[in-house]
């Protein structure tokens, strides 16, 4: 549906909104432009989107580009994240911004997910309040303690102040290196290894936390969430007009040992 009309006194309030920044509840410009989020688990439903990509989607464009005079633009997360991104832990947070974006502009669907037998990657925290960390830290065994104090640094920039998840690279110097590949494979297997026991620290906290009465179920999960699962929540379930714009195929392979699935 279009957009209403603003009131002479409406348009004045939202231009007095920009100038004190403040830019949410803006109006949708108008668009020609067709573009989709497309989210899953990647190891899974790696041939599916490599299919859609190579037939499906070039297809859609010139339907759309022909028929309608549209833009057909696909956001796959699997391509085009920088390693400073991935340096930065800002791969998630990235992604949050890409469905924004899609159901900022698009005149369509904005967003579909495809969804097998695996729940997908859980990303570390990058930002735990500073009462929180305290908690965690608290009930952390020492190793785990120190590690966690080692890569998460107070900024007490943040209201309320914030425990943020420091670039691998500030300790991994070599994380990005480019032209030292030898070295730079070396700090990133160090990285995987020291993010597994961080995120088994927090997580073990977090249920311990939980155990005692002192997190929420919630709380909890918020250190065991997917990132598929906070696309979804997103992209669909939290989404306005989300049967209007949304798409959703699941697929279940019966009789499949989920236990082999990598």
């Keep these: 549906m279009p957009e209403p009309m603003l009131t002479d006194e409406q348009e004045n309030e939202l231009i007095r909104q920009v100038f004190n920044g403040k830019l949410d509840n803006l109006p949708n410009l108008s668009s020609k432009i067709v573009r989709i989020f497309t989210s899953s688990t990647f190891t899974d439903t790696s041939m599916e989107r490599n299919t859609l990509m190579q037939e499906t989607y070039p297809k859609l464009k010139e339907y759309c580009r022909e028929k309608h005079g549209l833009e057909f ?10 390693d400073e991104a991935t340096d930065d832990h800002k791969t998630t947070e990235l992604c949050m911004q890409e469905i924004d974006n899609c159901q900022r ?4 669907p904005n967003f579909v997910v495809f969804l097998g037998q695996k729940y997908g990657y859980r990303p570390l925290p990058t930002k735990i309040e500073e009462k929180e960390f305290g908690m965690i830290t608290s009930v952390s065994a020492k190793e785990d303690a120190r590690l966690l104090n080692q890569w998460f640094k ?21 994380f990005t290196n480019k032209a030292q590949p030898r070295l730079m494979e070396e700090d990133q297997t160090q990285w995987w290894e020291t993010m597994g026991k961080l995120s088994r620290a927090v997580r073990f906290a977090a249920m311990e936390l939980f155990k005692q009465g002192l997190f929420t179920q919630f709380d909890n999960h918020r250190y065991n969430w997917s990132v598929t699962e906070q696309e979804v929540v997103r992209g669909i379930l939290n989404a306005k007009d989300n049967e209007d ?8 392979i019966r009789n499949i040992n989920v236990s082999l699935l990598r």
Excluded: C, K, Y
Aim: glycine share 4%; charged share 15%; net charge neutral.
């Design 73 to 82: 633009q696909v956001v796959d997360m699997r391509w085009g994240v920088r």
């Design 105 to 108: 502009v698009s005149v369509g």
């Design 154 to 174: 107070l900024d007490t920039n943040n209201m309320p102040s914030l425990f943020v998840l420091q670039p691998v690279s500030s300790i991994f110097t070599n």
């Design 245 to 252: 714009h949304t798409l959703a195929f699941i697929r279940e």
